[in-house]
Protein backbone atom coordinates (compact mmCIF):
# COMPACT_ATOMS: atom_id res chain seq x y z
CA UNK A 1 0.00 0.00 0.00
CA UNK A 2 2.56 2.27 1.29
CA UNK A 3 4.52 1.72 -2.42
CA UNK A 4 0.96 2.62 -4.34
CA UNK A 5 0.76 5.70 -2.31
CA UNK A 6 4.42 6.97 -3.06
CA UNK A 7 3.57 5.91 -6.32
CA UNK A 8 0.99 8.19 -6.70
CA UNK A 9 2.58 11.23 -4.49
CA UNK A 10 5.26 10.65 -7.63
CA UNK A 11 3.11 10.63 -10.53
CA UNK A 12 1.37 13.95 -8.95
CA UNK A 13 4.65 16.05 -8.65
CA UNK A 14 5.33 14.75 -11.98
CA UNK A 15 2.35 15.94 -13.53
CA UNK A 16 2.64 19.07 -11.39
CA UNK A 17 6.03 20.13 -12.67
CA UNK A 18 4.86 19.53 -16.17
CA UNK A 19 1.97 21.57 -16.03
CA UNK A 20 4.08 24.09 -14.23
CA UNK A 21 6.02 24.27 -17.15
CA UNK A 22 3.37 24.03 -19.97
CA UNK A 23 1.77 27.70 -17.50
CA UNK A 24 5.39 29.06 -17.81
CA UNK A 25 5.81 28.54 -21.26
CA UNK A 26 2.45 29.84 -22.15
CA UNK A 27 3.03 33.16 -20.56
CA UNK A 28 5.89 33.36 -22.00
CA UNK A 29 4.46 32.85 -25.25
CA UNK A 30 2.10 35.55 -24.46
CA UNK A 31 4.66 37.80 -23.18
CA UNK A 32 6.28 37.42 -26.75
CA UNK A 33 3.18 38.01 -28.33
CA UNK A 34 1.55 40.97 -26.05
CA UNK A 35 5.55 43.16 -25.68
CA UNK A 36 6.30 43.69 -29.47
CA UNK A 37 2.49 45.18 -29.78
CA UNK A 38 3.31 47.70 -26.71
CA UNK A 39 6.59 48.25 -27.44
CA UNK A 40 6.45 48.75 -31.93
CA UNK A 41 8.78 46.59 -32.07
CA UNK A 42 9.23 42.76 -33.74
CA UNK A 43 6.79 41.74 -36.11
CA UNK A 44 3.43 43.66 -34.51
CA UNK A 45 1.98 45.87 -37.10
CA UNK A 46 -1.05 48.63 -37.13
CA UNK A 47 -2.79 50.78 -39.35
CA UNK A 48 -4.73 53.78 -39.06
CA UNK A 49 -6.40 54.78 -42.37
CA UNK A 50 -9.16 57.91 -43.71
CA UNK A 51 -10.92 57.52 -46.43
CA UNK A 52 -14.02 57.89 -48.31
CA UNK A 53 -16.52 56.03 -50.74
CA UNK A 54 -19.95 57.00 -52.69
CA UNK A 55 -22.47 54.14 -53.18
CA UNK A 56 -23.03 53.01 -57.05
CA UNK A 57 -26.79 52.12 -58.03
CA UNK A 58 -30.53 54.02 -57.09
CA UNK A 59 -29.22 53.48 -53.39
CA UNK A 60 -27.17 56.87 -53.11
CA UNK A 61 -25.56 57.80 -50.16
CA UNK A 62 -21.74 58.97 -48.94
CA UNK A 63 -19.04 57.10 -46.46
CA UNK A 64 -17.04 59.22 -44.37
CA UNK A 65 -14.86 56.57 -43.29
CA UNK A 66 -11.97 56.10 -40.14
CA UNK A 67 -11.08 52.98 -39.15
CA UNK A 68 -7.61 51.15 -37.41
CA UNK A 69 -6.70 47.86 -37.79
CA UNK A 70 -3.88 46.00 -35.05
CA UNK A 71 -1.76 42.89 -35.46
CA UNK A 72 0.84 40.88 -36.93
CA UNK A 73 2.99 40.88 -39.99
CA UNK A 74 3.96 37.32 -39.87
CA UNK A 75 6.36 37.23 -42.96
CA UNK A 76 7.56 40.01 -45.66
CA UNK A 77 4.38 39.73 -47.90
CA UNK A 78 1.26 38.56 -45.27
CA UNK A 79 -0.08 40.57 -42.53
CA UNK A 80 -3.12 39.29 -40.60
CA UNK A 81 -4.71 41.66 -37.53
CA UNK A 82 -8.24 42.60 -36.55
CA UNK A 83 -9.73 46.18 -36.28
CA UNK A 84 -12.50 48.56 -35.85
CA UNK A 85 -13.85 51.40 -37.89
CA UNK A 86 -16.43 54.37 -37.16
CA UNK A 87 -18.10 55.49 -40.64
CA UNK A 88 -20.30 58.25 -40.96
CA UNK A 89 -22.98 57.58 -43.66
CA UNK A 90 -25.04 60.25 -45.59
CA UNK A 91 -27.75 58.97 -47.05
CA UNK A 92 -29.78 60.73 -50.07
CA UNK A 93 -33.70 60.20 -50.80
CA UNK A 94 -35.07 59.20 -53.70
CA UNK A 95 -37.06 61.07 -56.22
CA UNK A 96 -40.02 58.95 -54.51
CA UNK A 97 -39.56 58.69 -51.09
CA UNK A 98 -42.01 59.15 -48.94
CA UNK A 99 -44.62 57.07 -50.90
CA UNK A 100 -44.22 54.06 -49.58
CA UNK A 101 -45.94 52.73 -46.24
CA UNK A 102 -42.93 53.53 -43.43
CA UNK A 103 -41.74 50.05 -41.34
CA UNK A 104 -43.99 49.96 -38.55
CA UNK A 105 -40.75 49.37 -36.13
CA UNK A 106 -38.76 52.10 -37.15
CA UNK A 107 -41.25 55.22 -37.30
CA UNK A 108 -38.34 57.61 -37.06
CA UNK A 109 -36.13 58.26 -39.98
CA UNK A 110 -32.61 60.05 -40.21
CA UNK A 111 -30.20 60.80 -43.32
CA UNK A 112 -27.33 60.48 -41.35
CA UNK A 113 -26.23 57.51 -39.30
CA UNK A 114 -22.95 56.45 -37.32
CA UNK A 115 -21.82 53.39 -37.87
CA UNK A 116 -19.25 50.52 -35.73
CA UNK A 117 -17.59 48.34 -38.48
CA UNK A 118 -15.80 44.99 -36.97
CA UNK A 119 -13.55 43.66 -38.77
CA UNK A 120 -10.71 40.88 -39.84
CA UNK A 121 -8.30 42.23 -41.74
CA UNK A 122 -6.00 40.57 -44.45
CA UNK A 123 -2.78 42.35 -46.45
CA UNK A 124 -0.73 40.84 -49.04
CA UNK A 125 2.45 42.88 -49.72
CA UNK A 126 3.44 42.70 -53.44
CA UNK A 127 7.09 43.66 -52.75
CA UNK A 128 9.69 44.78 -54.94
CA UNK A 129 12.78 44.13 -53.54
CA UNK A 130 12.24 45.10 -50.04
CA UNK A 131 10.17 47.15 -47.36
CA UNK A 132 12.02 50.40 -48.22
CA UNK A 133 10.60 50.16 -51.49
CA UNK A 134 7.42 51.50 -53.08
CA UNK A 135 5.22 48.52 -53.49
CA UNK A 136 1.78 47.42 -54.13
CA UNK A 137 -0.56 45.82 -51.53
CA UNK A 138 -4.28 43.31 -51.63
CA UNK A 139 -6.02 44.13 -48.92
CA UNK A 140 -9.30 42.28 -47.20
CA UNK A 141 -11.15 43.04 -44.62
CA UNK A 142 -14.27 41.37 -43.75
CA UNK A 143 -16.74 41.19 -40.43
CA UNK A 144 -19.99 43.20 -39.74
CA UNK A 145 -20.89 46.95 -39.15
CA UNK A 146 -23.23 47.88 -36.56
CA UNK A 147 -25.69 51.15 -36.68
CA UNK A 148 -25.35 53.21 -33.90
CA UNK A 149 -29.19 54.99 -33.91
CA UNK A 150 -32.37 53.46 -33.33
CA UNK A 151 -33.51 55.20 -36.11
CA UNK A 152 -34.26 53.81 -39.88
CA UNK A 153 -32.30 55.23 -42.46
CA UNK A 154 -34.33 57.07 -45.55
CA UNK A 155 -32.51 56.05 -48.75
CA UNK A 156 -33.62 55.45 -52.15
CA UNK A 157 -37.29 55.46 -51.90
CA UNK A 158 -37.30 53.64 -48.96
CA UNK A 159 -35.72 52.57 -45.54
CA UNK A 160 -32.93 50.86 -44.42
CA UNK A 161 -34.32 49.03 -41.22
CA UNK A 162 -31.26 46.82 -40.58
CA UNK A 163 -28.98 47.36 -36.83
CA UNK A 164 -26.36 44.66 -38.42
CA UNK A 165 -25.09 44.54 -41.57
CA UNK A 166 -22.71 42.23 -43.31
CA UNK A 167 -19.26 44.30 -44.05
CA UNK A 168 -16.86 43.66 -46.47
CA UNK A 169 -14.06 45.64 -48.00
CA UNK A 170 -11.61 45.12 -50.58
CA UNK A 171 -8.71 47.34 -51.41
CA UNK A 172 -5.81 47.80 -54.07
CA UNK A 173 -3.01 49.92 -53.42
CA UNK A 174 0.39 51.44 -52.85
CA UNK A 175 3.10 51.44 -49.85
CA UNK A 176 5.51 54.55 -49.76
CA UNK A 177 7.76 54.04 -47.25
CA UNK A 178 8.30 57.33 -45.32
CA UNK A 179 11.16 56.85 -42.79
CA UNK A 180 14.42 55.19 -43.88
CA UNK A 181 15.51 54.54 -40.19
CA UNK A 182 12.52 52.88 -39.89
CA UNK A 183 11.25 50.80 -42.72
CA UNK A 184 8.17 49.55 -41.06
CA UNK A 185 6.50 53.26 -41.57
CA UNK A 186 4.55 54.39 -44.43
CA UNK A 187 1.80 55.99 -46.08
CA UNK A 188 -0.68 54.10 -48.29
CA UNK A 189 -2.83 55.26 -50.67
CA UNK A 190 -5.28 53.39 -52.16
CA UNK A 191 -9.03 52.70 -54.12
CA UNK A 192 -11.61 50.58 -52.19
CA UNK A 193 -14.90 48.38 -52.68
CA UNK A 194 -17.53 48.23 -50.19
CA UNK A 195 -20.32 46.19 -49.76
CA UNK A 196 -22.84 46.12 -46.75
CA UNK A 197 -26.36 43.98 -46.89
CA UNK A 198 -29.20 44.92 -45.29
CA UNK A 199 -33.21 44.40 -45.48
CA UNK A 200 -34.69 47.43 -46.88
CA UNK A 201 -38.10 48.60 -46.78
CA UNK A 202 -40.44 50.53 -49.81
CA UNK A 203 -44.02 48.85 -49.55
CA UNK A 204 -42.87 45.45 -48.97
CA UNK A 205 -39.54 44.14 -47.13
CA UNK A 206 -36.65 42.83 -49.08
CA UNK A 207 -32.50 42.53 -48.86
CA UNK A 208 -30.66 44.71 -50.81
CA UNK A 209 -26.65 44.77 -50.96
CA UNK A 210 -25.09 48.82 -50.12
CA UNK A 211 -22.29 48.90 -52.60
CA UNK A 212 -19.72 51.89 -53.03
CA UNK A 213 -16.71 52.77 -54.51
CA UNK A 214 -13.90 55.01 -52.78
CA UNK A 215 -10.36 56.35 -51.58
CA UNK A 216 -8.16 56.24 -48.71
CA UNK A 217 -4.90 57.34 -47.32
CA UNK A 218 -3.55 55.46 -44.21
CA UNK A 219 -0.48 55.45 -42.49
CA UNK A 220 0.93 52.18 -41.09
CA UNK A 221 3.82 51.60 -38.68
Known sequence: MKKIIISILLLAA????????????????LQSVISPALSGSGRYKGYVDLGYSHT??????DFIELSTSQGYQYNNWFYMGAGLGFDLLLSHKGEHWGEGT?????PQVTT????????????????????ANISFFLDL???CSFL??????????GWLTNRE??????SIGLRIPCNKKN??????????????????????????????LGAFVAFEW
Open 14 to 29: AFSQQATAQIYEAINT
Open 56 to 61: MGKYNG
Open 102 to 106: PPANN
Open 112 to 131: TAPMLPLFADFRFLIANGNS
Open 141 to 143: KVG
Open 148 to 157: LTNKAIAIGD
Open 165 to 170: YFFLDP
Open 183 to 212: PKQAIDVGVRYKLLTSNYWYRYNNNITLQS
